[in-house]
């Protein structure tokens, strides 16, 4: 007769334990144990507590592969639901093996568990079972036409609870208070890197409005220009009172001191109707100059459609102060528009809910790359399915449809844009390094969003290469990983609509494609969501900085600008509270925050991986070092990529 020892972990929270009559079944690679109960006497599996009990067998299991939890109804008690966080089996031998499971299990079932190396033989029935049950919590639906992929779900009761929010999340973004907005202002900058005054009394100045593209909410979108486009006209004329004495346009265009903020993928969409009143977007064109002395980026020329001519004047800071100032506002506002659906909704939100699903879909829990996720780029299911969570409770039909209250973009823009971003989505842009390549903004000084993210992805990347160097020794093992090309694939599938145009790949073949990959999906979920996400608030409060609608029209001559002009065409007071009550949830610290590194579940077993991860928080805390160093230096400092304020995921 050989006994082995089990030990049960229930989860700490209210909540987490059970009254439910609860058994485990062993399973070796010698055959299985018989089921046995586990919390004998009426013993409950309270929060917090770890439960033990003693499983007989026949003969030797021989290594203990898999377990099954078997969760059936006790006595009169009613069903509720349970949280395991792992199982630890010692053989008679003394081995131990462990079983992560940090999950729930509703309702009376069965919970399969691969042993937590995931070096055990299991059986391609085990195999098939386990998918078709993460397939039948997972469904794929159409987002909308040419966008990645989502959840299919309509209700919240439709949501598995393992992928829903954390209590103390739900709680606190439900118990936000909009009217703290009108109480005091504020205190609502308290823990930002922006005062309310320094916004409000510099939103005019050409400086600041050039180092919001470098460093406020919308930092990945300006690019090195190398040739003024034939459809911006712009001359050395116009410019010249801009660039000074010192050098002519062709002189700045071919040492790299020009720029451009190119918005064509706005061109022609339909607006939305607020209040009763069409809105309009512009397909703006914005022309910057690197100046020499302090290396400030400065507007120098603004065209407000994609066609040239006597009714699309190209603006100057040497125009009318009103000319200038609402050109500029029209830029911002085509900016807000990329900004929000295509750089924060689509190029975060959205993949990410595909990396989630694909992991869930096709890996397991034991499975090296589910314990990268389950510790950095996703806490249960991320992106989009929290979103669903909280709409659905706030009875809302959709976030992004809360947000449009306010936008200049309707629901019949919304998707179309969505679709244009997809087709100029590649794999280049989800990678920083090569994205700052191809943008050409390697040496522009002062630039903190490149240079902090630089950083951190390094730091990711060092962290993925010591975790696939481990596991997957050679280019055969990565490529011999079926569950590792199924998840690829499907990522290719639903994320990038299977385009090779994307140059996203389809398949993993070397240890080196597997680094930059798992690099990507996890920068994109925490450090990049968190630069185009976490400033909103901090740009976007005060309204003339970053107009969201625009009841007017563009001008089609210059001199016809007048402060009275500008109030008419900027939002109505209502619109405007609407987006600042949207951009004030988006922008909220989270009550049971998990910033970049922090491992709260414990899914590896390996003593050298959780050596990468105390060198990965060391670097961490490194880095945050170098930011504060570097702050302290700065005017205006920049903290929204510093790891503590950086989440491990995308959780709002």
């Not at 729930?104 to 098939?128: D, I, Q, S, Y």
């Not at 993460?134 to 159409?142: D, G, I, P, Q």
């Not at 061109?267 to 022309?287: D, F, K, P, R, Y």
């Not at 105390?614 to 510093?642: C, G, H, P, W």
Request: net charge negative.
């Amino acid at each position: 007769m050989s006994r082995y020892k089990v030990q049960v972990a229930t989860g700490l929270f209210l909540g987490s334990g059970t009254a439910n009559s609860m058994s485990i079944t062993l399973v070796g690679s010698r055959g299985e144990s018989d089921k046995t109960l586990l919390n004998r006497l009426g013993k409950n599996f309270a929060p917090g507590t770890v439960n033990k009990c003693k499983v007989y067998s026949n003969q030797d299991l021989g290594p203990i592969n898999l377990i099954r939890l078997h969760k059936e109804r006790y006595l009169f008690f009613p069903e509720d639901n349970w949280f395991c966080t792992f199982v630890l089996v010692t053989s008679p031998q003394g081995q131990i093996y462990y079983f992560p499971c940090y999950q729930w299990l509703e309702g009376f079932r069965t919970l399969e568990l691969r042993e937590g190396t995931g070096n055990g033989h299991v059986t391609g029935l085990l195999r098939l079972r386990t998918w078709d049950s993460s397939l039948s919590l997972c469904r794929w639906k159409v987002y909308a036409p040419g966008s990645p992929r989502c959840l299919d779900v309509v209700t919240l009761e439709e949501m598995e609870t393992n992928a829903k929010y954390s209590l103390a999340k739900f709680t606190s973004f439900l118990t936000r208070n909009p009217t703290a907005l009108l109480d005091n202002g504020e205190r609502l900058f308290l823990s930002s890197c922006l005062s309310p005054e320094y916004v409000t009394n510099h939103w005019q100045e050409d400086s600041f409005f050039g180092y919001q593209y470098l460093n406020g909410v919308h930092p990945v979108f300006i690019r090195k220009c190398t040739e003024i486009p034939a459809n911006f006209p712009v001359t050395q004329e116009m410019v010249a009172g801009s660039l000074g004495t010192s050098t002519t346009l062709q002189e700045a265009l071919k040492t790299g001191k020009i720029f451009i903020a190119d918005y064509k993928i706005l061109e022609g969409l339909q607006t939305n109707v607020i209040n009763s009143q069409t809105q309009h977007v512009t397909a703006s064109l914005c022309l910057f100059y690197q100046e020499p002395s302090q290396g400030d980026l400065l507007p120098i020329a603004i065209q407000l459609t994609q066609t040239p001519g006597p009714e699309s004047p190209i603006f100057l800071p040497s125009d009318s102060e009103w000319d200038w100032m609402l050109a500029k506002m029209w830029v911002r506002n085509s900016d807000f528009h990329v900004h929000q659906v295509v750089s924060h909704l689509l190029y975060t939100h959205l993949l990410a809910e595909v990396f989630a699903m694909a992991t869930l879909r096709q890996l397991p829990m034991c499975h090296p790359l589910y314990k990268v996720r389950g510790v950095i780029w996703v806490e249960g299911v991320t992106s989009r399915m929290h979103t669903i969570h909280l709409t659905l409770a706030l009875d809302l039909s959709d976030l992004p449809g809360f947000l449009l209250l306010g936008t200049g973009v309707g629901y019949s823009g919304l998707h179309p844009l969505m679709e244009r971003g997809m087709q100029s989505l590649t794999y280049t842009t989800l990678c920083l390094p090569s994205d700052i390549q191809a943008r050409g903004v390697n040496s522009i000084p002062n630039y903190c969003y490149r240079d902090d993210g630089m950083k951190l992805w390094t730091a990711i990347e060092s962290f993925v290469s010591g975790i696939v160097e481990y596991y997957y020794k050679n280019n055969d093992r990565v490529q011999n990983d079926t569950e590792l090309q199924a998840w690829v694939a499907e990522i290719f599938a639903e994320a990038f609509l299977g385009r090779n145009s994307s140059g996203a790949p389809s398949s993993i073949q070397t240890t080196a494609e597997l680094v930059r990959f798992l690099t990507m999906v996890i920068f994109t979920c925490s450090a990049q969501h968190a630069a185009v996400n976490s400033a909103q608030f901090d740009f976007g409060a005060w309204m003339p900085n970053t107009p969201s609608s625009m009841r007017k029209p563009p001008p089609t001559a210059k001199g016809t600008a007048t402060l009275e002009s500008i109030l008419e065409t900027l939002p109505e007071v209502n619109t405007t509270c609407n987006i600042m009550i949207v951009l004030w949830q988006l922008s909220a610290e989270p009550e049971d925050k998990r910033p970049l590194g922090s491992f709260l579940d414990s899914h590896f077993v390996e003593v050298a991986p959780k050596r990468l991860i105390k060198a990965f928080q060391e670097r961490l805390a490194e880095i945050s070092m170098e930011i504060k160093e570097r702050n302290k230096t700065l005017r205006l400092v920049y903290t929204y990529m510093d790891p503590p304020v950086v989440e491990n995921s995308i959780s709002i």
